[in-house]
């Protein structure tokens, strides 16, 4: 862990050298508790119109070991003797926490420290069909899966996809992971002014096919960051601090309409952030 504490990445530049942050308040599951395994640089398998890190720095595909174990759990522990309430532990952070090769190790290590607290994950599902991928994630309580395209087209201009990943494999991998997990699965979409024309009959398809237990219908409540901090994380205020675009959103009525219409389509249980 010493060469850790040397990397060119945990300079000053960035006086946030955690590796849990919040708790934030989040809209579905309280005080959510966020776990970053991927830390260094913001690093993800797409890079979404709309993200809360803004552009990220590295488009990539590639399971890597980011940060020690060790300095998460420590990190973990501080906050957890600090006795702040936290109803969940989430793995997000500054990218696509199903890169880090080391999470089975995290999740084990921190189940072991706190065995009563949920731990979820957001994924943007691109490696869920990986069988080491499946194995550790079947490990948590909720799994909230990221869907906001309907064909390759929508998954090119929304997520901005690494290359090798098209809607099929994508559908694939989720379906895959879906077949033989036994926790809670949600599916998580965003709709912005720019994909409120979005193809719903398609769309309530794929929703279908995956059948999650809970949609959640979100638009950009964040502003998108115009360069990379670690404050970009969560909902820290800090953000503010920092250079930012204000993005567009939908309107209430358009969510509630969005919200009906894909309830008659599909028969699943639909919740939006306008609620
Ligand atoms: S999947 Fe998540 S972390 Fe990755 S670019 Fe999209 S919003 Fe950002």
Known sequence: MTNFYKDEHYSDEFPNHKL???PVKSWRFGQSLGIDPIFKISTCSFN???CQLGNIQQVSSKLENFVPTEKILI?????????????VITYSGSGEPTLASNLEEIIDGIRKLAPHIPQ???TNGTHLGIAS????LNKLDKVIVKLDAWDDRSLSLINRADKGINFSSLIEGILSFTSQYKGSLEVQTMFMPINIEKDLKKYAETLMRINPETVQLNTPKRPYPLSWHRENRGNHLGIHHHEIREL?????????????ELKEMTGLNILSIYR
């Open 20 to 22: 849990v942050y919040g």
């Open 48 to 50: 979404c119109i709309y």
């Open 75 to 87: 990190d973990f522990e501080n906050v957890l003797n600090d006795g702040k309430t936290i109803d």
């Open 120 to 122: 979820y994950i957001l």
């Open 133 to 136: 991928v499946q194995k550790t």
């Open 248 to 260: 567009k959103t939908i309107t209430s009525d358009q969510a509630k309409k969005i919200e009906k």
